[in-house]
């Protein structure tokens, strides 16, 4: 069967390669592969280097944004053939750390995890895969294609359940909302935070293309001044773009008490100074929160199906702006300044 991959770090070898059908240690749900979303991950493992083959071979699949259809599933799994399903990407460690051992595997304190398709472990980008019933989340029929969302909408929704916990320390009644980047990870944070009914501002660079409208959409607003100069207090921001500067200049605009998110990482070369008092006073004076986040438990997988299920298909269907068959994923490596959304269609030509 058909599988996208590439040799981590040499984009030029990206392409399609052949392999036998999925190992049964990999699950006992058989699965046939709609869509696999490509996101910054991808790019940085094609280009920078970033993961890792499974031991033995230079080769890794990608695909760690998955949505297929089940084919096959043993009696008592909980899924049925033709269930619609995403795979989670990360497995705990297998020692397992303490954090891992409570199924809380997004805060494993070893690093001894792996990853599908990032770390360690292929991917789902093959024509069929194979996943553990407990590392498959089924997703509503009527999402259809848009079920490949489920992935980076994971990633948001464990941001929100963590802002709404470390608010819960104290008084918090959030009413406005600050999302500064606009792809696909700041655009789902925004719907979140729509659907939570918060006043939601999103910041972002560009000022042609669908963004601005897909904001406004939400019933959100949309800003590409500075940070530091939108006139509003933020009780939650999630930071989305990485830049230093955007994340001191959210820190200082958030309304004491609030809780700013770190859930961007910035690839910029050039590494802006940023005042580190200033930051500190203001956290400090503010009672004001940063945190960091990255990746997804099972429980924000299951929150994220829930936050899919009940967003507008016509909006999350905007947010997918180009479709590729499998043998022609490598372009999606460039990204276009119109792109929000990647998506190769594993069942194209086949
Ligand atoms: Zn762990």
């Known amino acids: 069967m058909k599988a996208i991959a590439i ?175 606009a792809g696909p990870i700041g655009l789902l944070a925004a719907l979140l935070a729509r659907q939570r009914g918060l006043e939601t501002h999103v910041a972002d660079l560009v000022t042609a293309g669908a963004k601005p409208e897909l904001v406004a959409n939400l019933g959100a607003y949309y800003h590409s001044e500075p940070v530091a100069e939108l006139p509003i207090e933020p009780d939650v921001v999630i930071e989305c773009t990485g830049v230093g500067e955007v994340v001191m200049d959210a820190t200082r605009l958030a309304a004491p008490g609030g809780v700013v998110a770190l859930a961007g990482i910035s690839h910029s070369e050039d590494l802006a100074e940023v005042r580190l008092d200033a930051m500190n006073k203001a956290l400090v004076l503010g009672n004001k929160t940063l945190f960091g986040t990255v990746n997804a438990a099972r429980r924000h997988y299951d929150q994220a199906a829930e936050a899919l299920a009940q967003a507008d298909p016509n909006w999350l269907a905007r947010l997918i702006t180009r479709r590729l068959p499998p043998e022609a994923w490598a372009t999606a490596l460039r990204k276009r300044p119109e792109d929000i959304k990647i998506v190769v269609d594993m069942a194209a030509g086949a």
């Open 7 to 181: 040799v981590p770090g040499r984009p030029e070898t990206a392409g399609v390669v052949d392999l036998p059908e999925p190992p049964t240690s990999d699950g006992s749900l058989l699965v046939r592969t709609r869509l696999i979303g490509i996101c910054g991950t991808d790019v940085e493992i094609a280009v920078e280097g970033h993961g890792t083959p499974p031991p033995g071979t230079e080769w890794l699949v990608l695909g760690h944004e998955s949505l297929g259809e089940v084919e096959d599933a043993p009696e008592g799994s909980g899924f049925s053939p033709g269930d619609l399903v995403a795979g989670v990407v990360r497995r705990p460690d297998p020692l397992p750390c303490p954090a891992c051992a409570a199924d809380e595997w997004d805060m494993c304190r070893t690093g001894g995890f792996v990853e599908r398709g990032i770390k360690a472990q292929h991917g789902y980008g093959s024509e069929r895969f194979r996943v553990d019933p407990r590392f498959a989340v089924r997703l509503d029929p009527a999402l259809g294609d848009l079920g490949v969302l489920l992935e980076p909408t994971s990633v948001v929704a464990k941001a929100w359940d963590h802002v709404e916990q470390i608010g819960a320390r104290a008084w918090f009644e959030p009413k406005v909302a600050l999302i500064t980047g």
